[in-house]
């Protein structure tokens, strides 16, 4: 296979963060493991208004802070023309192009494509928590090999909830995960995952955090006092706990990135071997 070009969509505004570290991880995993040439081009979506353009073969769309609310900031259009212009390609076109949106982005195009209610929560969601598997989610390829319940690093303000079951099935597209049930809270349950299409996945949760980076940054002081006041100190200790069980966020880290990279790189592949 000639080189894969990999575009990476920053969405972090320039804050510090471990996301972009850990989708890098990924990839130079998956690439030395595949014995493949990797062309990878990150783009700062956000902060300077840079969207790559649709000569890459995989997409990667990053979490990022702040509101997935309208805004009249310059990139906003930008990229939902860029989101808009990979849908239609995939339509077009034999070779497809593959794209992970994660957390932001994902809440994002959820926005952009009006398939459900987008808002803020009443607290945010912070933790290693489980997330439920949907029938769609056990046969799904990327998430197949999941335990039900499996974990996930969760941090968000907002949330999509209450989809439109006309809207999705006109789009095609398919709940994969759910957030954890609250029969006592009578609030509406979070979506954590869609398939978008066959070449589009999207988590609302970050599929990218690896156990052990997500560990030891736990572990430091700044990070321990900033969780602490935040949330708690049973909260902080209970996330050290699960970070540090193998069966947990690594097990995530291990499966849905790179399932969906090598789904990817099949794909990609037998347009060139029909």
Known sequence: ?????????????????EGMRCIRQLLRRTELTQQLDFSIDTFNVRAVAEIPDLSYDIYISSGGPGSPLQSDEA???????FIDSLFAHNKSNERKKH???ICHSFQLVSRHLEIGEVSQRKSTSFGVLPVHLTEAGHQDLVLAQLPEPFYAVDSRDYQLTDLSPERISGLGITVLCMEKERPHIPLARA????????????????????GEGMLRYMLTDERKHQVITAYGEEKYHEMVRLLA???TIELTESIIVPSFLQLALIALREPALA
């Open 1 to 17: 296979m000639s080189k894969i070009k990999i575009a990476i969509l920053d969405m972090y505004n320039n804050f510090p963060n």
């Open 99 to 101: 794209l992970l949106l």
């Open 245 to 247: 069980d193998p069966n």
């Open 75 to 81: 990139w906003e259009p930008l990229y939902f023309d």
């Open 191 to 210: 979506v954590m995952a869609l398939r978008f299409s066959p070449e589009i996945i999207g988590t609302q949760f970050h599929p990218e955090a690896d």
